[in-house]
């Protein structure tokens, strides 16, 4: 066990935590130079086509140190998206280490203090690497002098790398070796193991990914899990080296995995402790609080028919994605569906897109909204989580929101514009700190439901890219709040309402039928727009009878091109939602979301 | 281009006795696609003559060519109407000079006149004039200008098609980077109502979408029957380069580039039936495409539309037995209409001729009934 390192690599979104996985990987023989793909640790398809990674990973590899000694290294890779933290904090606690990458071109960030916090919470050995040296606008020296300051460590004794290209890798290799203490459990006390992760696969039912604490794990023993207390055969335990490889018994300090024969991830949670049912202990490891999902939106199949297939689609994500909640809900204007919580804004793009892809879907999905408290004049306080359930404003006392504090870590030069752009949304300034020369960090504290969507591209758009921001929820406010409703062809349709402040509501009105007026393709008929708020109309429009759709022309050669283009313009329509009489497509839905000003 | 017509009206004469030699009975033969007046009448002979010599041209056939203003003479219309051709259709577009230079036209208003009176002169009893509309920036007082003009012009058979940008063409990408003003539908949509009121007014009568003919107290109303064959899903040859046929369920294409073409016509590679030695694509129609297609196509005549009939014998299910939602959903928004003709028709309703992709499309990439036999069937050669 003195030859075991299990470490995390921690950093900022994109600064190259998975490729300098890759170059661990191949340094130390686990991947052929044959095999090798770019972060061959992204393997879900999504992951590798958008670059990032969703889901935490781990690998054991084989290193033989300058000291002679052959060492066995327990690599987790994180994803660096602030909506997946969460599975860097499980990440942690199976670790004795963290790799803290610094991108050299981008200096520290703030979710390379966000993690660095979660990590030194976690009691774990820092590792700080500087990346991406090979591009001409790094600064190393910089960036070094930064960390020194950040963590106390010397300038000189940071590794300075290139993941991409290989270069000073091998100093990483020796710093996990040197400076990441060896696990101290005892393989002779009885066994206990933490799930930090999980992933469903259809032969060997749920995989747990565990690290082990103390004791060992036979192939053949009986394990019990401890929150549901449960006993199981294990179908397969092994490692990973990078894909399932079974092994006969897995020791303390191990990472690994148990292929439970599970069909369900909720009966196997990831931070349960698992042990052994002969010989077991008598108290869990402490856990993880498990993610509480921040945003909220309806996902309904665009034909009623399919709702089948949505809930199936949803069971199976869910079993890879114990972050995803849902239960059935019912809309007037889209009829049955599912009222889901996400991590945050990206994670629902991501399940919705893995919804199209991965289960060939078609879906509407509803504006997101974030959870409110509404307390009645009776003094009984209801959660709800959309706008459909808002009830009425004379029976409502008060209406409360969650706020967060939001992290942003900005060159000082674009101070003026964040700080604009934060109060522009109900934000409130509370400190400021400068962690870098040049560099500002700003802290405020802000309603969530102004930060969920397109906060962080204008962040970026006035910022040229340079600001990044990490944020967290601190409670429940009171607001002044209202619900915006919308008619379309002269049925309310509820998916369309939101809930808005009431300064805001008369201007977010009528840029709503705007927009709508846009979206909303020409029908057969006219179709009458309207929104109302407390029961006053804010703003109609109306969006005029197509009168012509034809192709001009269609001879014998053009039958095949000429039938391409129709069913691809019936596709289109597919996509769109009937509500009432009118189809309306999935942007409309998204709509309200972007009401600011142009 | 000149230098290589010889060698590609041989090419051409190869590829018609490859695949004719049966006799087989033909009743309408076009010369179109590009400009064929560049011909000169000996080629236009010598193919004429090959498809006489490998086909039976029936009595009455219809031998239509197309023609732009300014590229024909007396001469040469007084020739080609002497060899058999009965049929001139003329690129007109406009009556509109701007236009014509807008659509990059070498011929001006007054060459179209010209080129309508030498037909006259040449014996032509069957014009037809094609016009385009809804150009950027046409006004509609322009537009009714044209149609005034090409009534006065007193052709037999009036085409008007509404532009259709597409991105990779030329106009596409202007309209992309904003140099042109993108044309207003609903300006479209007002100069097609204001044509067809006004030709029905000169007494012509609408048999497809973007197709009139005038009523000829003989010869009856004055349709091209080519064109006929296409939206009745009917076979023919596709000849040349870059040409398109349809026979026994099969759609063949040809080599496009002339080069190519001659090229594989000279080589007389191996031919696949019914395609020939310059056929690049052969592709099997299943049955059930082919019912869709009769109505994607069938439903582009506004007079006749799809012969209940005539697709019963085909298929072996009725219109209502293969597309039942959709037929009912049609009818419920106004946009098809049955009518008694010689038999049940179901066609588009007035207010359906300029909304006919909403009709189309509900007609293709559907599931087959489970009623139908997608067994590959053929459809007798007419
Ligand atoms: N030039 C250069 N590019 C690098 C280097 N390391 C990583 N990159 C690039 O940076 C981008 C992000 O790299 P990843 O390894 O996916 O970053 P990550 O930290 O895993 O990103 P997330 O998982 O999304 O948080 C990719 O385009 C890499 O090719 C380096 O050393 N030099
Ligand atoms: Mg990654």
């Known amino acids: 066990m003195e030859n075991i390192r299990n470490f995390c690599i921690i950093a900022h979104i994109d600064h190259g935590k998975s490729t300098l996985a890759d170059r661990l990987l191949q340094m130390t023989g686990t991947v052929s130079d044959r095999d090798m793909v770019a972060q061959i640790l992204d393997s879900m398809d999504l992951e590798r086509e958008k670059g990032v990674t969703i889901k935490a990973s781990a690998v054991r590899m084989l290193y033989k140190a300058k000291d002679g000694l052959e060492y066995e290294l327990n690599l987790i890779d994180t994803p660096g998206h602030v909506d997946f933290n969460y599975e860097v904090s499980r990440a942690l606690a199976a670790c004795e280490g963290a790799l803290l990458i610094v991108d050299a071109t981008q200096g520290i960030e703030a979710q390379t203090l966000a993690n660095l916090y979660l990590a030194l ?147 196997c949670r990831v931070g ?67 009222r889901c919580g996400f991590l945050g804004l990206f994670h629902m793009e991501i399940i919705q897109e893995r919804l199209e892809r991965e289960y060939d879907m078609d879906v509407v999905v509803t504006a997101p909204s974030v959870e409110y408290e ?109 619900k915006l409703e919308v008619m379309v062809g002269g049925e309310p349709v509820d998916a369309l309402a939101c809930i808005v402040h009431k300064e805001e509501a008369y201007h977010k009105g009528q840029r709503l039928v705007t927009k709508l007026k846009e979206l909303i393709p020409r029908q057969l008929y006219d179709v009458a727009i309207q929104a109302s708020a407390s029961g006053r109309i804010i703003s109609r429009a109306n969006v005029k009878a197509m009168r012509k759709d034809v192709l001009a022309k269609c001879y014998g050669g053009d039958i095949t091109r000429k039938k391409k283009l129709l069913e691809k313009q019936k596709r289109g329509k597919r996509r769109m939602k009937m509500v009432g009489s009118v189809e309306i497509p999935q942007e409309a839905f998204m709509a309200v979301l972007r009401l600011e000003d142009e | 281009m000149e230098a290589f017509l010889p060698a590609y009206v041989d090419a051409l004469c190869k590829e018609i006795v490859q695949v004719g030699g049966d006799g087989l009975p033909v009743h309408t033969i076009y010369f179109g696609g590009g400009t064929p007046s560049v011909l000169s009448l000996n080629q236009f002979q010598k193919i004429l003559t090959t498809i006489q010599n490998v086909f039976q041209v029936l009595p009455g056939a219809e031998i239509s060519a197309e023609a732009n203003p300014g590229t024909v003479t007396l001469e040469s219309l007084d020739g080609m109407r002497r060899i058999g051709i009965n049929r001139l259709s003329i690129g007109m577009q406009s009556a509109n000079p701007e236009e014509l230079v807008f659509l990059g036209r070498i011929h001006d208003v007054y060459a179209i006149q010209k080129s309508v009176s030498q037909a006259r002169s040449a014996g032509f009893d069957h014009l037809s004039l094609d016009l385009i509309f809804g150009l950027p920036g046409q006004t509609i007082r322009q537009w009714q200008n044209t149609v005034e003009y090409t009534i006065s012009l007193q052709p037999e058979h009036v085409s008007f098609y509404g532009l259709t940008i597409e991105d990779e063409t030329p106009l596409g990408k202007w309209l992309k980077r904003g140099l042109v003003e993108a044309p207003d539908p609903d300006a479209g949509a007002d100069m097609y109502e204001w044509a067809a009121e006004r030709l029905e007014k000169a007494g012509f009568r609408s048999y497809e979408i973007s197709n009139w003919a005038l009523l000829d107290p003989i010869r009856g109303w004055m349709q091209c029957r080519h064109n006929m064959q296409y939206w009745r899903l009917q076979p023919y040859f596709g000849l040349g380069a870059g040409a398109h046929g349809y026979l026994d369920g099969i759609r063949t294409v040809n080599a496009s580039q002339i080069g190519a073409y001659i090229q594989k016509m000279q080589a007389g590679g191996p031919q696949t039936t019914p395609g020939s030695s310059a056929t690049v694509e052969l592709k099997a129609i299943s049955r059930w495409e082919q019912a869709e297609e009769m109505m994607m196509m069938g439903l582009r005549m506004t007079h006749e539309g799809v012969d209940e009939g005539e697709f019963i014998d085909r298929f072996g299910i009725s219109l209502e037995e293969a597309f039942p939602r959709q037929i009912q959903k049609l009818i419920q928004e106004g946009l098809l209409e049955w009518v008694p003709m010689d038999g049940r028709h179901l066609r588009l309703t007035r207010r359906g001729w300029l909304l006919g992709n909403r009709v189309f499309m509900e007609f293709v990439g559907c599931p087959p009934p489970a009623l139908f036999h997608n067994h590959q069937g053929s459809i007798p050669v007419g």
């Open chain 1, 272 to 338: 349960d402790t698992i042990t052994n049912s002969q010989n077991p202990i008598r108290e869990p490891l402490p856990g993880y609080r498990h993610p509480k999902p921040m945003v909220f939106a309806g996902i309904y199949p665009v034909e009623g028919e399919d709702y089948d297939d949505l809930k199936e689609a949803l069971e199976k994500l869910q079993l890879n994605d114990a972050s995803l909640v849902y239960q059935p809900e019912t809309s007037q204007a889209l009829n049955f569906g599912f």
């Open chain 1, 121 to 267: 919470d976690a009691d774990l050995v820092i590792v700080p690497v500087i990346n991406k040296i090979d591009l001409p606008s790094a600064l190393p020296d910089e960036v070094a002098k930064d960390l020194e300051h950040l963590l106390g460590v010397p300038a000189d004794s940071i590794p300075r790398i290139s993941a991409k290209e290989g270069t000073n890798v091998e100093q990483v290799l020796e710093a996990i070796v040197s400076q990441v203490p060896p696990p101290r459990g005892d393989a002779d006390l009885p066994l206990s193991a933490l799930i930090f992760d999980s992933h469903y696969d259809s032969y060997k039912g749920v995989v747990a990914y565990i690290r082990i604490m103390d004791g060992k794990i036979r192939s053949n023993d009986s394990l019990r899990l401890m929150a549901t207390r449960s006993d199981l055969k294990p179908v397969e335990i092994g490692i990973f080296s990078p894909t399932m490889r079974p092994v006969d018994q897995l020791l303390a300090g191990d990472v690994g995995y148990i292929a439970t024969g599970l069909k369900t991830v909720s009966e």
């Open chain 1, 374 to 482: 509404v307390v009645m004049l009776t003094g009984e306080i209801l959660v709800i989580d959309s706008p459909v359930e808002l009830p009425d404003e004379a029976l409502i006392q008060e209406v409360r929101e969650p706020w967060m504090k939001l992290d942003i870590i900005t060159p000082t030069e674009f101070y003026g514009p964040v700080m604009e752009l934060v109060t522009r949304r109900r934000g409130v300034y509370t400190q400021q700190d400068y962690p870098a020369p040049n560099r500002v960090q700003l802290i405020f504290e802000i309603p969530l439901a102004e930060i969920i969507v397109d906060f962080f591209d204008e962040l970026k758009s006035r910022t040229r890219g340079y600001a990044s921001m990490d944020y967290s929820f601190i409670g429940y406010r009171p607001s002044n709040l209202v």
